[in-house]
């Protein structure tokens, strides 16, 4: 029997596919993309609870104008139906701000509405009381941030 013969390898000889190579700008690329879009997320999900907010307000406000239009209507009435409006956020109930005017006046006890008054109820809250403690942390910018509505009627109209 004859002995294999030993062959010389050359790399030249192989005929594979180039392994693709990932190097720092590569890895910085994505780095970066993947800032930006936790970024964005975190931008778009306050927006989204800032906004669920507003809509809130506006409610418990459109609520405590009809409430001062009534007959034996008081602000601490006024202020009760707003704050029931509000009893499914927590935060944003404690922390909501309720003024009543009539005719540009603030409002407090008997509100005796009279034909052509104008009512307004404005509610004002913080940004940080509408949105949870862990995403106020990546929106430090917002800090002394508010959500305002105010709606306004005429009584008897």
């Known amino acids: 029997m004859d002995a294999p013969t030993l062959q010389l390898f050359r790399g030249d000889d192989c005929a594979g596919e180039p392994l693709p190579v990932r190097g720092v700008g590569w890895v910085l690329r994505w780095a970066a993309t993947l800032a930006v879009l936790a970024v964005s997320a975190v931008i778009l999900t306050v927006?989204?609870?800032q906004l669920s907010a507003e809509q809130a307000l506006?409610?418990?406000a459109t609520a405590g104008l009809r409430e001062a239009t009534?007959?034996?209507a008081t602000?601490?009435?006024v202020e009760a139906v707003v704050q029931h409006q509000l009893a499914n956020h927590f935060?944003?109930?404690r922390a909501t701000t309720i003024l009543l005017e009539r005719n540009g006046s603030p409002v407090k006890g008997v509100v005796r509405p009279q034909l052509g008054d104008q009512f307004s109820v404005t509610l004002s809250a913080p940004t940080r009381a509408a949105q949870p403690s862990w995403l106020s942390a990546f929106v430090p910018w917002q800090e002394h941030a508010a959500i305002a509505t105010r709606?306004?009627?005429r009584f008897g109209q």
């Open 70 to 72: 009534l007959p034996r």
């Open 151 to 153: 709606i306004e009627r």
């Open 58 to 60: 506006a409610r418990a």
């Open 47 to 49: 927006f989204a609870y």
């Open 75 to 77: 602000s601490g009435s």
């Open 91 to 93: 935060a944003l109930q």
